[in-house]
């Protein structure tokens, strides 16, 4: 974006972080468009991290900014946290990386069992994205049914099965009631597009009529429990019931994608809402910090990768297992009471009551959603509850606050999603509070006309 185009907070970034702004000059030499990871791109240039600590991240610029995104929700315990440093250390001298099995794995996989009542079977990979795509595999060969049924606006990963539907074009993707499946990107085979069913959020009534309509050929429905890239949204009462009665009913796999879920309770969202899955796909936490994801469930479903079965369906990976991101997962996981998710909890709630009031007493239509450490600000007087709702809120002041925040020294994610980690206190929490209402003070006239012409 030219000079003379910048918006003041663009400004304000630019001059303040030249390191950043090389280093991207650098990236966009070697890599397409600079980057290595869509998520972490945005406009003028992505910011450059050089360490963390804590609740703290410095840039290469030597800024100190709160951290209230930990890596998309993966950092639970902040940055550098001395049980799993400790672990990853130890197991380094030991050995990175075997071919062969290790009681890491094993360890690891047995505190998920013993967290989630609804996996007894888990098998490991080294992204979220990895993992629901053996589970959408896995479903289609328990049940011998070709069709993936999935929310609109839901995020699952980016392999092909994916890729439909998490933004969709709302222009041509139907009826609230009955939403199209629609391509994400480039390059998503039709094949793939033609044999996804989407049903809609937080509507229980239209998913198990859609759902009924496929009852022979649809192998599973996947669905988080809290929407993550989609805003952040929790499924209200009755929908998860909703889905795991007519999926039991119908002979189909119930898929929870709990990757990002997974952080607002010990035994994830599925133990908040008491709805179990055939499936699970997990990720984010339980790797520490670390590449870690997994996918589990029913013992007779997960059963179907016993190599030693006739016919099995493999799974293959030179680094899953790994053994630092098991003992760094193991370490986190081990940190992570009731009591440590009971506070984490209370700090989210006392967050989003004191963000709503800071942009009501501006006279700023916004919504926060979220539960417990999760939270998302959509700047809409539309009650946010899918993905349809959530599009109605105004990006321009989205971006208003995210470079804002950045500018004030809080990092959040460009969407305007936050997470509570462990070391933020409550005095972290009034300091957010206080950066975002500098921001709206200096932007409310402006913000006010933008709503007022858009309707909000």
């Known amino acids: 974006m030219a000079a003379e185009g910048r918006t ?29 990871r869509t998520t972490v791109h945005f406009q003028p240039y992505p910011l450059y991290l050089e360490r963390g600590l804590g609740c703290r991240v410095w840039d290469v610029d030597g800024t100190e900014r709160l951290d209230m995104l930990g890596n998309y929700t993966a950092l639970i315990l902040g940055h550098a946290h001395p049980a799993v440093v400790a ?6 001298e030991r050995g990175t990386s075997f071919a062969a099995a290790t009681a890491a794995e094993v360890e690891l996989a047995e505190e998920l069992v013993g967290r989630v009542r609804s996996v007894e079977r888990v098998r490991f990979t080294n992204s979220g994205t990895e993992a629901t795509m053996y589970a959408m595999r896995l479903a289609r060969t328990f049940t011998g049914r070709p069709r993936l049924a999935r929310v609109e606006g839901g995020y699952h990963g980016t392999h092909d099965l994916a890729q439909v539907s998490t933004h969709p074009d709302l222009a041509t993707a139907g009826p609230a009631a009955r939403p199209v499946a629609e391509a994400d990107s480039p390059g998503i085979p039709r094949w793939v597009v033609h044999d996804t ?24 429905v996947i669905v988080e429990p809290v929407l993550g890239v989609g805003g952040t949204i929790p499924a209200e009462p009755g929908f998860l019931e909703a889905l795991r009665a007519v999926t039991a009913e119908l002979g189909m796999l119930l898929i929870f994608d709990e990757v990002i879920s997974f952080r607002v309770d010990r035994g994830g969202a599925q133990a908040l ?47 899953n297992g790994h053994p630092l991101g098991m003992r760094a997962g193991l370490a986190q996981l081990r940190e992570l009471t009731p009591s440590v998710f009971r506070e984490l909890g209370e700090r ?17 239509a916004a919504q926060i959603t979220g539960l417990a ?84």
């Open 373 to 456: 450490s999760l939270l998302n600000i959509h700047f809409t007087a539309v009650r946010v509850r899918d993905h349809r709702t959530m599009r109605a809120a105004s990006e321009p002041m989205k971006r208003d606050l995210f470079l804002g925040l950045l500018n004030r020294g809080v990092l959040i994610a460009p969407r305007g999603m936050l997470a509570i980690s462990t070391p933020v206190g409550y005095g972290e929490l009034s300091g957010v509070v206080a950066a975002v209402e500098d921001v709206v003070v200096e932007h409310a006239a402006a913000w006010r006309r933008l709503q007022s012409a858009q309707g909000a």
């Open 8 to 36: 003041a907070e663009e400004a304000r970034y630019v001059a303040t972080t030249p390191g950043s702004c090389e280093l991207h000059r650098r990236a966009a030499a070697v890599m397409p468009g600079g980057t290595t």
């Open 273 to 319: 809402y008491g709805v179990e899955p055939d499936l699970t796909t997990l990720g984010k936490i339980i790797g520490g910090g670390l590449p870690v994801a997994a996918f589990g469930g029913r013992a007779e479903v997960m059963s179907c990768l016993d190599p030693e079965r006739e016919r099995s369906l493999p799974q293959g990976g030179t680094f």
């Open 348 to 364: 989210g709630e006392w967050l989003r009551g004191r963000l709503r009031e800071t942009f009501a007493g501006r006279g700023i």
């Open 197 to 220: 069913v989407v049903v809609p959020f937080n509507d229980p009534e239209g998913a198990v009529r859609i759902l009924r309509e496929h009852a022979h050929d649809v192998a599973g």
């Open 87 to 92: 672990a990853v250390t130890a197991q380094v």
